[in-house]
């Protein structure tokens, strides 16, 4: 059974920095396309970012510069890197995993099978 587990959320000021962490078991972690997304209240969940099986990466122009995702494939875990964070970054953020997609930031959150619980994070200005 996959399972996701996001962990790393928190409250911190405007310009401060977080790293979440997405520990994935269940399956062969390395070939599925990783995205982080973030839903804040009121509002479609959207696409953060992605990272493919060949590790190329993407991301949404709202984070593109600040934000960093990056894999430890040994450790199945999936981390997001947030910099210089801004109050309108304030959502719940989830990691979400599948493969034969179209791997991309904007890929469609429905076109994921796999959902972690969300982890918090909250940015005070």
């Known amino acids: 059974q996959v399972q996701l587990v996001e962990s790393g959320g928190g409250s911190v000021q405007a310009g401060g920095s977080l790293r979440l962490s997405c520990a994935a078991s269940?399956?062969?972690?390395?070939?599925?396309?990783m995205g982080w997304f973030r839903q804040a209240p009121g509002k479609e969940r959207e696409g953060v970012g992605t990272?493919?099986?060949?590790?190329?990466?993407s991301y949404a122009d709202s984070v593109k510069g600040r934000f960093t995702i990056s894999e430890d494939n040994a450790k199945n875990t999936l981390y997001l890197r947030m910099n210089s964070l801004k109050p309108e970054d304030t959502a719940m953020y989830y990691c979400?995993?599948?493969?034969?997609?179209?791997?991309?930031?904007?890929?469609?959150?429905?076109?994921?099978?796999?959902w972690g619980q969300g982890t918090q994070v909250t940015v005070s200005s």
């Open positions: 269940g399956y062969t972690y390395s070939r599925d396309c």
């Open positions: 990272i493919d099986s060949d590790g190329t990466t």
């Open positions: 979400a995993a599948d493969r034969g997609l179209r791997c991309w930031y904007d890929t469609p959150p429905a076109d994921f099978g796999y």
